[in-house]
């Protein structure tokens, strides 16, 4: 057999199949045939990981619509102060496409793609498991039969093998949401920072301009420079303090505290969480349950305890109590 011969009968093949699972979508979209259901938890880990690529998506494209420099917006009326907020402007921009974006990207070009895949390879199987039962189901000779089952079995097998190859993928869907949940507080760590240090330049600015003379304010028909009351610094500080108290369990003080102390912690529940395995503990929001940490563990988990259950907890989902 030449070359070509081989091709030809690869292409046939490839074509008989493809043919095979196509008519068992339509049959099965027309209610003519049989669908193989795929169980519960497995389906609920493909409408999750899907929902995850979807939000992911959109967070990333609203995040690059929000730090795309805008060249109308030239910092030029206040001189060196403007130059100082546009380096920390840049400085906020590299820092969020580091620590968010990237992260963010790097999930719906790797892990999702590796989930895609093998999600429509999860598809063809089920094609062609259903395609088999068909061809038994039609077969009358004991020889067809005979044949129709051993394929079956076949189909059967390699069906469930990429049935569970597909699961373990889905599972790490719980760390992703995790993951991404701390490139969240990164993100918003670099934006209070960014917004600390522009308060502080426009206040040098504000005692740059204050210490003009006199006589030069009363020439510009007598204006001056508004002072900062005193109690603006701790307005801004309390509510920074109360716009940030969700995320206190991500804080590195926080965490390493609790990483090198040997007991445990109490901690608040901050949003539900379902269990992607027997590993893990499902939480309700505002619960408070007991926390620790275990030697060689992810630094994106905690070991969680309510009565005699445990298991592993996201700390993005905590708040750290006194």
């Known amino acids: 057999m030449n070359i070509m011969d081989f091709n030809v009968k690869k292409l046939a093949a490839d074509a008989g199949t493809f043919l095979s699972r196509a008519v068992q979508f339509t049959e099965e979209k027309l209610g003519q045939a049989e669908k193989t259901e795929l169980d519960a938890h497995l389906e609920n880990l493909l409408s ?33 102060t ?34 895609a895949k093998e999600r429509k ?29 051993q394929e079956l079995r076949i189909t ?6 990429q049935a569970e190859i597909t699961r373990l993928l889905l599972e790490g869907i719980s760390s992703t949401h995790a993951h991404h949940l701390r490139c969240l507080n990164d993100f918003v760590e670099a934006q209070m920072t960014y917004y600390a240090q522009c308060y502080q330049y426009m206040l ?7 210490s003009f003379p006199s006589n030069y304010l009363s020439n510009n028909n007598q204006t001056s420079v508004t002072p900062v009351p005193s109690v603006l610094p701790n307005a801004i500080g309390s509510s920074a303090m109360a716009s940030t108290s969700g995320l206190v369990i991500t804080s590195p003080s926080n965490l390493s505290d609790l990483k090198e102390c040997s007991g445990s912690r ?57």
Do not use: H
Request: proline share 2%.
């Open 156 to 161: 059967q097998s390699e069906f469930d093998r």
């Open 82 to 115: 403007q130059k100082r907020i546009g380096t920390a402007d840049r400085e906020l921009i590299q820092t969020s496409a580091l620590n968010f974006l990237t992260p963010l990207r790097n999930f719906i070009e790797g892990d999702y793609k590796t989930i």
């Open 204 to 210: 040098d600015l504000q005692k740059q301009l204050g």
């Open 266 to 322: 109490k901690a608040r529940v901050l949003y539900d969480y379902d269990a992607a395995n027997s590993t893990e503990l499902s939480l309700l929001a505002d619960e408070v349950i007991t926390v620790f940490s275990v030697v060689g563990m992810d630094s994106d988990w905690l070991m969680g305890e309510r009565g005699n259950q445990k298991g592993k907890v996201p700390i993005t989902y905590l708040e750290l109590l006194n």
């Open 121 to 149: 390879l999860l598809q063809n199987k089920r094609l062609d498991l259903d395609a088999a039962k068909t061809r038994l189901k039609k077969a009358k000779a004991a020889e067809t039969r005979n044949s129709s089952e």
């Open 48 to 80: 999750k990981a899907e929902c995850t690529k979807i939000w992911t998506e959109k967070i990333m494209k609203q995040t690059e619509v929000l730090l795309q420099p805008n060249p109308s917006n030239a910092l030029i009326k206040c001189g060196e």
